[in-house]
């Protein structure tokens, strides 16, 4: 399957911290994703683009903080990410980059 670009459209970067790195050990990696997408798009995004058969697909949205700048109220943005489980010997190293 090849990638087109709505599959980049739905997959926005991938998130690296301590707990997405310890989730990379059972074979999970985390994407910042679209907002709008759902699972069936995020499980077909991923194998396309990175040619890798996905086991399962698990989303949160974390709802954006209201924080205040020079005394005006403002809202940070929603953010949707996306651990998706690959299958076993299916491997993204997405420290380098594609």
Known sequence: ???????????????????TTMASENGAV??????????PQI???????????????????TKGKVKRFRGQLGTRKDVKKAYVTLEEGNTIDVSTGL
Do not use: Q
């Open 1 to 19: 399957m090849s990638a087109d670009a709505k599959h980049y459209d739905v997959i926005r970067k991938p998130l690296i911290t301590e707990k």
């Open 30 to 39: 985390v994407f910042e994703v679209a907002i709008d997408s759902n699972k």
């Open 43 to 61: 499980k077909e995004a991923v194998e396309a683009v990175f040619g890798v058969k996905v086991k399962a697909v698990n989303t949160t949205i």
